[in-house]
């Protein structure tokens, strides 16, 4: 699967973080990957995406914390949805309503505790040291197993959930009101039956007069 880095460097323009990969860190190992990993997870598992370094992302000077931004893109969709961006020792969780299930391990690996099917799909990690070196770049494609309906309903919209009720409630209204016609005309029958008999009945006269 081809996954278009250039668009994902693009968030990082608004906070000058843009340089050449080729770029040396003294005294780390640069990790950049441009190869997915693919990780297989199941239903309410526990999962954890890894950062590969030992950061700083605490210090009384902002300007020495290292930077992490992790960046989550549905497959079924063009943009990508930024989860959470640590930057000048300050940590951000962002779309907090899509993503409960979500946070950030002490040293920035991502941890998705009890894996729903909204948590299917590409990660993708980002890491400057405190110089402004990019010094890791991941991404991880999660398949959720196990998840056929569940799959099914993710992809339902709110509209379409609020339609299927709505014919549900007609086609229920409509059964009520069958039976209550149906009652009715048994009842009809039923007087009409008694009626009917108690016309048929003899009458009897007395003929002593």
């Keep these: 699967m081809s996954i278009p880095g250039a668009e994902v460097i693009e968030v990082h323009r608004s906070i000058g973080h843009i ?9 780390r190992h640069i990790v950049l990957r441009n190869v997915p990993e693919e990780i297989f997870t199941r239903l309410g598992s526990d999962l954890l995406l890894p950062i590969r370094h030992h950061l700083t992302l605490n210090h009384t000077d902002r300007g020495r914390c290292d930077l992490i931004d992790w960046i989550y893109k549905d497959p079924t969709r063009p943009d990508y949805t930024r989860i959470f961006l ?9 779309e ?34 405190s110089t402004g070196e990019r010094i890791q770049r991941d991404y ?12 099914i309903r993710h992809f339902l919209s709110p509209i379409a959930v609020f339609v299927f009720y709505t014919v549900l409630l007609i086609f229920i209204v ?6 209550k016609n149906e009652k009715n ?24 007069n």
């Design 19 to 27: 340089h050449n990969s080729s770029q040396k860190d003294e005294g």
């Design 86 to 94: 640590h930057y000048e020792c300050t940590l951000k969780k962002y």
């Design 96 to 129: 907090k309503k899509f993503f409960t299930n979500t946070r950030l391990s002490e040293n920035g690996s991502l941890i998705i505790s009890n894996v729903t099917p909204e948590n299917d799909g590409i990660y993708i990690v980002i890491v400057y040291n």
């Design 140 to 151: 991880y494609i999660v398949h959720v197993e196990g998840q056929v309906w569940s799959r």
């Design 174 to 179: 409509n059964d009520l009101r069958k039976m």
């Design 185 to 208: 005309r048994s009842e009809r029958k039923t007087r009409r039956r008694d009626q009917m008999e108690m016309e048929m009945e003899p009458t009897y006269y007395n003929d002593r």
